[in-house]
């Protein structure tokens, strides 16, 4: 059975960091990453990475977030920084086994007050 548990949310002024860690279990992953969702918007892509290391980022976060994974352990780790009001949203870890299919955490309030 998947699980991906995910923490590190919070609340956080503007300016500051935050470190998400999502960890799964059930499955091998090809690939791990984050999405976001704000209030009246759609769920986006904030950024992901293969077994292999490849990346790709949301324009809006590109170097300022930066995505990690180990596979040894099935996590997968979203550090933030230079945190902006508009980064506030529900953050969801998203894992992708090739076979069975797309899973996802239970998400993460951020909130990045101004």
């Known amino acids: 059975q998947v699980q991906l548990v995910e923490s590190g949310g919070g609340l956080v002024q503007a300016g500051g960091s935050l470190r998400l860690s999502c960890a799964a279990s059930?499955?091998?992953?090809?690939?791990m990453g984050w999405y976001r969702q704000a209030p009246g918007k759609q769920r986006e892509l904030v950024a992901r990475?293969?077994?292999?290391?490849?990346?790709n980022y949301a324009d809006s976060v590109k170097g300022r977030f930066t995505i990690s994974r180990d596979n040894a352990k099935n996590t997968v780790d979203l550090q933030m920084n230079s945190l902006k009001p508009e980064d506030t949203a529900v953050y969801y870890c998203?894992?992708?086994?090739?076979?069975?299919?797309?899973?996802w955490g239970q998400g993460t309030q951020v909130t990045v007050s101004s």
């Open positions: 059930g499955s091998i992953f090809s690939t």
């Open positions: 990475i293969t077994r292999s290391g490849f990346t």
């Open positions: 998203n894992a992708l086994d090739s076979i069975s299919g797309s899973y």
